[in-house]
Nanobody, 124 residues
Framework: EVQLVQSGGGEAQDGGSLTLSCAGV????????LGWFRRAPGKEREAVSC????????YYSDSVKGRFHISRHNAKNTAYLQMDSLKPEDTAVYYC?????????????????WGLGTQVTVSS
C-alpha cells in the first residue's frame, strides 16, 4: 500500500522556522517527484513546492520563494520542506504529494498519492 507519512509542522512565531518531513512507504521513492500543497481556511488549495525524482529541478510558488527550501534523501525515502521567515499567511494545512511531474505547472499535476496533512500555524 502506498503511503506518505508526514511529520513536523506545529506552531511558530512570525519570522520563525519549521520543518516538514514526508516519508514514502510502499513504492519506489526515487521514481516519483515529491512536493507539498497547502490549504488555508477559506482559500483554494495552493501548490507550494516540489522536487523532481532525481533531486533535479525544484519548483517554488512565488509566495514562498526565497523562504522555503525543499530537499529529499532517497536513501531514507524522505523529503523535507524547510520553512524559514514564516509569516502568518503561511498558516495552513500542508499536504505531502507524490506525482510524476514537478515544474511550473505543479498545481495542475495529477497526484499519485497524498499524505494526511499537517497543521502549520504562524502567529504574529
Amino acid at each position: 500500500e502506498v503511503q506518505l507519512v508526514q511529520s513536523g509542522g506545529g506552531e511558530a512565531q512570525d519570522g520563525g522556522s519549521l520543518t516538514l518531513s514526508c516519508a514514502g512507504v510502499g513504492f519506489t521513492f526515487e521514481d516519483l517527484s515529491l512536493g507539498w500543497f497547502r490549504r488555508a481556511p477559506g482559500k483554494e488549495r495552493e501548490a507550494v513546492s516540489c522536487i523532481s525524482s532525481d533531486n533535479g529541478p525544484s519548483y517554488y510558488s512565488d509566495s514562498v520563494k526565497g523562504r522555503f527550501h525543499i530537499s529529499r534523501h532517497n536513501a531514507k525515502n524522505t523529503a523535507y520542506l524547510q520553512m524559514d521567515s514564516l509569516k502568518p499567511e503561511d498558516t495552513a494545512v500542508y499536504y505531502c504529494a507524490a506525482s510524476e511531474f514537478c515544474g511550473p505547472d505543479y498545481d495542475a499535476t495529477p497526484v499519485n498519492s497524498w499524505g494526511l496533512g499537517t497543521q502549520v500555524t504562524v502567529s504574529s
